[in-house]
């Protein structure tokens, strides 16, 4: 799977869009881009994926470049209850000879602190 | 609330002792995954079952097994404990081997 770079943390003002950059430069073609977040020690929450389309659900906005070397997650109005840690995922299911593969490969993740 | 349910929640155990942690997938989900997350190394992937069968491994000690039984559920057998294996476990569930994974709370082990 591919490798994602994303930064170490960020700030966001209660009520303000979060936008939170990941860049994955060496994605393939069959990999999807996958956004779950962890709140504090809880079990980390599927946000959003898209594979080339802007995606968009009740949580959150996915814009992927049209390279799709990088990508955005876009929390429109940030509330204290999102602080957490946001991982960028790329995911590929993959054929072996018994079947198919579908871990996910958390990294370190952006830490969002929403502040009031 | 994911649909994901792990018991114990949490599991206070010694050296050299086994515990098993079970799983309760999301109704209708077929595929189980256990991840372990310990403070220096993060979220691991360990094991994948899919409808009974084991599909993937990764970073799983020897010590450790895992199994899906037939009603779905899954357990995660830890053997001769160490302290290092002091984290907490989570486990996730899907639709099928290509949708979205959905995790449960976890259980918190700690190895005295």
């Known amino acids: 799977d591919a490798k994602t770079t994303q930064p170490t943390s960020m700030d966001c003002a209660e009520g303000r869009a979060a936008n939170l950059p990941c860049n994955h430069s060496?994605?393939?073609?069959?990999?999807?881009v996958y956004w779950y977040r962890q709140i504090h020690s809880q079990g980390p929450q599927y946000i959003i994926h898209?594979?080339?389309n802007n995606e968009t659900n009740e949580m959150a906005s996915l814009i992927i470049t049209e390279d799709r070397k990088s990508s955005t997650l876009i929390l429109p109005h940030a509330t204290l209850r999102d602080t957490a840690v946001y991982y960028c995922?790329?995911?590929?299911?993959?054929?072996?000879?018994?079947?198919?593969?579908?871990?996910?490969?958390f990294g370190t993740g952006t830490r969002l602190q929403v502040t009031l | 609330d994911s649909g994901v349910t792990q018991t114990p929640k949490h599991l206070i155990t010694a050296t050299g002792q086994r515990v098993t942690l079970r799983c309760s997938p999301r109704?209708?989900?077929?595929?189980v995954y256990w991840y372990q997350q310990s403070l220096d190394q993060g979220l691991q992937f360990l094991i994948q079952?899919?409808?009974?069968?084991?599909?993937a491994k990764g970073n799983i000690l020897e010590r450790f097994s895992a199994q899906q039984f037939p009603d779905l559920h899954s357990e995660l057998n830890l053997s001769s404990l160490e302290l290092g294996d002091s984290a907490l476990y989570f486990c996730?569930?899907?639709?099928?081997?290509?949708?979205?994974?959905?995790f449960g709370p976890g259980t918190r082990l700690t190895v005295t």
């Open positions: 060496t994605i393939s073609g069959n990999e999807y």
């Open positions: 996730a569930s899907s639709v099928d081997l290509n949708h979205e994974q959905y």
């Open positions: 109704s209708g989900d077929l595929s």
């Open positions: 079952y899919y409808n009974g069968e084991e599909r």
């Open positions: 898209g594979l080339k």
């Open positions: 995922i790329v995911r590929a299911t993959r054929e072996t000879y018994t079947g198919t593969a579908s871990k996910l490969t």
